[in-house]
C-alpha cells in the first residue's frame, strides 16, 4: 500500500529543546494526521489535520497541512521528558475511503 | 470509560496452535480495523469492516480470520499459527465518511509464537 516517507526515524533531544519532524508523499492527501505511541501503548491521536494550509495546536504540539497537500510537519515545543514515544503520521487519500497510510515512525527520545 | 478494548493484553503459544483476540469499542464508530505491527514499528493493515461486511481485505494467510458479530466487536482468529505471526496486533476502530478517517486504537495485543 502507499507508504508515508517520515523522517527523521529517531532523534535525541534535551529537555527543554524544540523538535521538528515532517511527513512526505508523492501523492495528495485529504486528511493528515499525527499519532504518538508509548512504550508499550497503542497510538494516540494527537492531531488531524483537514485543510491545506491548516495549522493546528494542541498544547506544546503543532502540526501543519502543508500547502501542496503532499506533505505535514509536526513541532514540539519545550520537549518534556514524557514526551519520549513513537510519533506516527498517517494519512487518508479519499473522503468517506477509510484506508490509512502511515510512515514507519520517528522514535523521539529526551535527555533530561 | 469510552474506549477500544482488547482482550487479551499477551498471548504466548507454541506453533500450530489456534488463538483468538477480541476487540471491542463503545465509541459508537462503525468501521473496525486489525493492524499488524512488527519489530521495527511498522503499522501493517490486515483487515477493516464497516457495519460488519469486510472491506479491506490486505494480502493476509488465510490462516487469519476476522469476525465481527455486530458494528462494536472485531474478533481475529488465527489458525495453525507460525513463527512470523509473532508481533503486536491492533485494534482499531473510525467513523466513516466525509471529513476524514480519525482511528482510535486499542491498547495492542503480543502474539509471541514458541
Known amino acids: 500500500g502507499q507508504q508515508l516517507n517520515q523522517s527523521p526515524q529517531s532523534m535525541f533531544i534535551q529537555e527543554g529543546e524544540d523538535v521538528s519532524m515532517n511527513c512526505t508523499s508523492s501523492?495528495?492527501?485529504?486528511?493528515w494526521l499525527w499519532y504518538k505511541q508509548d512504550p508499550g501503548e497503542g497510538p494516540v491521536l494527537l492531531i488531524a489535520l483537514y485543510k491545506a494550509g491548516e495549522l493546528t495546536s494542541n498544547g506544546r504540539l503543532t502540526a501543519q497541512f502543508g500547502i501542496t497537500r503532499k506533505d505535514s510537519f509536526l513541532n514540539i515545543s519545550a520537549s518534556i521528558p514524557s514526551d519520549v514515544g513513537i510519533y506516527f503520521c498517517?494519512?487518508?487519500?479519499?473522503?468517506?475511503?477509510?484506508?490509512?497510510?502511515f510512515g514507519k515512525g520517528n522514535q523521539v527520545v529526551v535527555i533530561p | 470509560d469510552t474506549a477500544v478494548s482488547q482482550t487479551p493484553k499477551y498471548l504466548v503459544t507454541q506453533m500450530g496452535n489456534d488463538k483468538s483476540i477480541k476487540c471491542e469499542q463503545n465509541l459508537g464508530h462503525d468501521t473496525m480495523y486489525w493492524y499488524k505491527q512488527d519489530s521495527k514499528k511498522f503499522l501493517k493493515i490486515m483487515f477493516s469492516y464497516n457495519n460488519k461486511e469486510l472491506i479491506i481485505n490486505e494480502t493476509v494467510p488465510n490462516r487469519f480470520s476476522p469476525k465481527s458479530p455486530d458494528k462494536a466487536h472485531l474478533n481475529l482468529h488465527i489458525n495453525s499459527l507460525e513463527l512470523g505471526d509473532s508481533a503486536v496486533y491492533f485494534c482499531?476502530?473510525?467513523?466513516?465518511?466525509?471529513?476524514?478517517?480519525?482511528?482510535?486504537f486499542g491498547p495492542g495485543t503480543r502474539l509471541t509464537v514458541l
Open positions: 482499531a476502530s473510525s467513523n466513516q465518511g466525509h471529513g476524514g478517517n480519525e482511528q482510535f
Open positions: 498517517a494519512g487518508q487519500r479519499g473522503y468517506g475511503n477509510n484506508r490509512l497510510a
Open positions: 501523492s495528495i492527501f485529504n486528511t
